[in-house]
């Protein structure tokens, strides 16, 4: 069973104040995933549920000290289902039973050190497997979950990895962006990749959504801290190229498009977006 890394540690500073005590991960969207009228959920919901569909059932949380929340909104609670109407007890009880069907740990970021900090932690967690990363704060609106497509050329390369994740971007300020050779029409090899550089050698930026081999850790304990003064994911990616090993990237479909609760502009995009589509 593919395991999945979920990263919910970050703190939001950008999106202060209402993220003084919520979560980013847990800032609201709208979504029809229960039926065809729109329902309110938080966005870490949202990508459990999408992950969850594609049959991923064994799920890591990066969560920080001060994230008790998720936990809770992830943890079956009966007496509260008692306490509401039917109407909303279904969308309730639907969430609970995937929960009771999945395996769920969590890890403890307590100091915000970075996504490549935040990954090498669950190295305990995925032990030899194969295993997915998805950030908490992105997530992506298709006809099917790009994760999909990632498992599918994992399995089809043994060779391979690391598989990324790109999309077109203008500005690359808050993107990985990698030097990137074509492969065939829908693959690319990765030659090179470099967080927020300032002189981008192509104009695709990197996801944070991911497939990894578990070789990944010995690279991201060779690292030191970079951009930010953080320890970042891509830094252990670009040591990976550097030794040989086969990184490949794919890009966003033509029907699917990414939301980003990061930032008040990217939130509120990602409001009117999942309004109208989700």
């Known amino acids: ?3 999945s ?3 919910a540690a970050g703190k939001g500073t950008r999106l202060l104040p209402i993220t003084k005590e919520l979560p980013k991960e847990m ?10 009228g729109r329902v309110v959920m938080p966005l870490l ?6 992950l969850y569909t594609i049959g991923i059932r064994d799920y890591c949380f990066v969560v920080g000290r001060e994230k008790r929340s998720i936990e809770d909104h992830f943890t079956p609670h009966e007496s509260y289902l008692k306490e509401i109407s039917s109407e909303y007890k ?3 009880t639907n969430f609970y039973r995937h ?7 969590w890890v403890n970021q307590n100091k915000p050190l970075g996504f490549g900090d935040a990954v090498r932690r669950t190295e305990k967690y995925v032990g030899m497997d194969d295993f997915v990363v998805h950030a908490g704060d992105v997530a992506i609106l298709g006809k099917q979950h790009p994760i999909s497509r990632l498992i599918k050329i994992a399995k089809n390369d043994e060779d391979i990895s690391a598989i990324l994740l790109f999309k077109k971007i203008k500005n690359p300020k808050r993107f990985g962006v990698p030097k990137i050779s074509s492969i065939s029409n829908s693959l690319y090899r990765v030659d090179e990749i470099e967080e927020k550089p300032s002189k981008p050698k192509s104009n695709f930026g990197v996801l944070p959504i991911y497939y990894f081999k578990s070789e990944i850790f010995e690279y991201l304990k060779k690292i030191r801290r970079g951009k930010n003064n953080e320890f970042q994911l891509t830094d252990a990616i ?6 040989g090993r086969k990184v490949v990237g794919i890009t966003l479909e033509k029907d699917e498009v990414d939301i980003d609760v990061g930032t008040v502009e990217s939130y509120k995009s990602s409001q009117d977006i999942t309004y109208k589509i989700a």
Request: charged share 20%; no cysteine.
């Open 45 to 50: 919901q949202f990508i459990f549920e999408q």
């Open 90 to 92: 279904k969308l309730i």
């Open 238 to 243: 670009q040591k990976m190229i550097e030794s």
């Open 27 to 36: 800032m609201p969207i709208f979504s029809k995933m229960y039926g065809s």
């Open 1 to 3: 069973m593919m395991k």
């Open 5 to 7: 890394v979920i990263t």
């Open 99 to 105: 929960l009771e069907k999945s395996h769920l740990m």
